[in-house]
């Protein structure tokens, strides 16, 4: 048995009732096989770039089934290794009527697990969740992990791929030790996904993920203005058309059900593909990649799924922008419809994770209002230049920063809420991650559902403690009257409603789970802990919990003197 075939995976992607698809790269052109039971499933290899990556459809599965799997590459047992520690892979069906769990989080930097990566970034909080996961001590099996943006650094790199860097380029050349190509961020995925914990995780638990900046670049899409400059460098060309295509390969093909797969135009090349020789989709990924960074109306992101009474939909907010002057928004028309057509009642949850948070703490929403005035020219054309660099500078580029679509998307919340769309939900949360700390705040409301924001951020890269002193005195306190008359000096309106801290903000590495339970949402943030020097297996321990009751049990605790966040 070798594992030399197998470069990485297998990854378990969507899930459903009757199927699972499963990802995996390869060393080379194969052919390779899935069997579980007494059945089994083939798909062949595609290239792009010199790599090879296989996605195998499971279909015909029984509802609710738990099913250990293997993987064969060229009829050669590939996947588990009969020496690893970790329980056998299994895929796990959605089970009809069972409420949803699930874990999410952001911002996962890839660097060694020993005393020195933890020193400088801090226990890996998903390696954690893996290692109580596989040992049967954390929680009950999720239904899928979210991963809500930032799943690999391009700008910010590790000394393992600085060190991959060297050996195939001159980094004093641009873009230096930031990625450049395809090779390259196969590479960083590689880095990204190899430790024997989180791997065996990844080929169990199914998952979901969409982009943040940090995948591309810092700031990606901030604003026309940055769009051009970074446009106007010899090495951006390349680096766009890569990040973009090595995501469709390694995020977001997974993130389609069969039927999503069948409609898309990549896809449907590989299943139509009946030569012997394996299919090089290089040039065309290249050139898909090229035309959805230029056209963000060519290719939708964003995706949206249903499990039983609770509706989950991921929204792009880095890719779909209109960075035009006169039509600047976070989230362009033809996306905007597209989330208008999906922000439904009907449900008992409506969840929608966007890596941005929708509600940033009051202040500095404020803040960002007044930057996006200014920068547009509030205040004339000399502080509206001051007001991008500002923008820039310190990242006020979040729902806030774009207040037209922060106003539309906040209308259809409340109209979700107060049963205008189908009836209404006990809540509308707003999962996040990006700001590098945790959070729960609500909107404040007398009536209707509850309108949440949970913030998990992040897995594995904290901010300096310094930085955390910065952020919550801009975030808090004094910051939102401050931030409210800032806003108003550049004739920006109120927000359509007022927010309010529920808790936090807690710094840790952390992973959030979320589970629907009788009582309403519950929702807990897990950090790892390093004992006794033990850098390789650290716990999992509680930072913090709560649970949304929907509104009638909320009042009747108030009623009964009891307490509900």
Known sequence: MTTSSLVLGPIMRHVDETSASIWMETRDA???????????????????HGHHYA??????????????????????????????????PVIATLKPGRPLRMAYGSCRTSVPHDESGNRSHG?????????????????????LVVFLGDQVYADSTSEEMQQFIRERRDPGEPPGEELKDYEEYAHLYRLAWS???????????????????????????ASLSWKKKVEATSWWHGRIVAGLSSYWVYQHLGNLSPQERAKDAIWRLIAAHRDEAELDLGAELDRFADRADQDPTYYRWSFCRD???TRLIVVDSRAARNLAPEGRALLDQAEMAWLDDRMRGGFRHLLVA???????????????????????????????????????????????????????????????????RGPSPETVTFLSGDVHYSYVTEVDRSSGSRIMQAVCSPIRNPLPRLLRSFGAVMSYGLATPIGALVARSARVPDPPFHWSRVKGPW???????????????????????????????????????????????????????????
């Open 307 to 309: 499990f039983g009474d």
């Open 195 to 221: 430790d024997p914990a989180n791997r065996w995780l990844l080929s169990t638990v199914p998952t979901a993920m969409i982009f943040d900046d940090h995948d591309i670049r810092d700031d990606w899409n």
């Open 507 to 565: 710094f840790d590495n952390n992973l959030a789970s979320l589970e629907v339970s009788t009582e309403g949402l519950n929702l807990w943030w897990q950090t790892g802990v390093v004992d006794d020097g033990d850098h390789l297996h650290p716990r999992l321990e509680r930072v913090a919990s709560l649970t949304v009751a929907p509104r009638s049990s909320q009042e009747h605790a108030a009623r009964s003197g009891q307490t509900s966040p």
């Open 354 to 420: 966007t890596s941005l948070p929708f509600l940033l703490p009051m202040g500095l929403h404020h803040v960002e209002s007044w930057n996006e005035a200014i920068s547009e020219g509030a205040w004339g054309k000399l502080l509206s230049r001051a007001g991008e660099k500002l923008r820039q500078a310190v990242d006020l580029e979040h729902w806030g920063a774009f207040e037209a679509s922060f106003r539309k998307v906040a209308d259809m919340a409340v109209e979700v809420a107060d049963g205008k």
């Open 30 to 48: 194969a052919r390779v096989t899935v069997r579980a039971g007494s059945r089994s499933w083939e798909a062949r290899t595609f290239a792009v």
């Open 123 to 143: 226990v890996d909080s998903l390696r954690a969740y893996a290692l109580a996961l596989a040992a049967g001590s954390g929680d009950a099996r999720p239904d």
């Open 55 to 88: 996605l195998v459809e499971a279909d015909g599965l029984e509802p609710g089934a738990v099913v250990p799997y293997t993987v064969d590459i060229n009829g050669t047992h590939s996947w588990p290794d009969p020496a690893s520690e970790f329980p056998p």
